[in-house]
């Protein structure tokens, strides 16, 4: 039977992660914003208070999963077997991350046909790599979910918190270490670490009519959606391996 609630979930803590981590990205980036060349401290902290008031808001509405992110919820039908969340929960991941970009979108209107940046605009939606190197652009991915989904798991362990973790705590732990990684990892392709955040934004770049934009740089697209898949795959492997959970 679908959770539904878990869905609803899914999908609105995904929109309002890139509501708030593209909205960071497009304040730093695009012409005459006041929060322009805010830096990457200002995006990653940004993305981190994101993915804090995402996982909350799902939580709130009855998802007790919380992936928000394909990557967590294959991590997660490998652990369980709960093989119907990836026909429910990354549908839903996509969609409201695809939603959340085109709000950012609407949000700062009339500062794109300000930007003459092409590459700026895009970065308000979608990831790109600072070098252009496909195979270490693909290993970044890995290496950044990979430390995502095994981190994120040990927090939540027995091992360290054998009550389990108090309440309210699990989303500002999980967005203290989008943080960690944004800032030791993120600067090779922008850390997507989840195949939803790249790709519904993507689309929505790709579909809306955004005053001077570029390319959507499709050929660069199937590395943060298989980077992500990837290190989440070898990260259940460890977890089983030693027991993280």
């Known amino acids: 039977m679908i959770d539904w609630s878990a869905v609803v979930g899914e999908f609105f803590g995904t929109f309002v992660l890139i509501v708030l981590g593209n909205g960071v990205v497009a304040g730093a980036l695009l012409s005459q914003s006041?929060?322009?060349n805010a830096g990457w401290i200002s995006i990653t902290a940004g993305w981190a208070v994101g993915v804090f008031a995402g996982v909350a808001v799902s939580a709130a509405l009855g998802d007790a999963d919380g992936h928000l992110n394909p990557a967590f919820t294959i991590a997660s039908v490998m652990m369980t077997g709960h093989a119907e969340r990836l026909f429910t929960y990354i549908p839903a991941q996509i969609l409201g991350a695809l939603c959340g970009a085109a709000v950012v979108w609407l949000h700062y209107k009339p500062h794109w046909q300000l930007t003459e940046d092409p590459d700026a605009k895009f970065a308000c939606f979608a990831t790109a790599p600072a070098v252009y190197a496909p195979g270490w652009n693909l290993l970044s991915e890995i290496i950044g979910t990979f430390v995502l989904v095994l981190v994120a798991t040990a927090l939540f362990s027995k091992r360290i918190a054998p009550a389990g973790v108090a309440p309210g705590l699990g989303p500002l732990l999980v967005g203290a270490l989008v943080w960690g990684i944004g800032l030791s990892l993120?600067?090779?392709?922008?850390?997507?670490?989840?195949?939803?955040?790249?790709?519904?934004p993507r689309l929505a770049h790709a579909l809306l009519p955004i005053a001077g934009k570029g390319s959507s740089a499709w050929g660069y697209a199937w590395i943060p959606v298989l980077g992500p898949v990837i290190g989440a795959i070898l990260a259940v492997a460890v977890i089983r391996t030693f027991n993280v959970a």
């Open 186 to 200: 993120g600067g090779t392709t922008g850390y997507a670490i989840n195949p939803a955040r790249d790709l519904g």
């Open 34 to 36: 006041k929060a322009r």
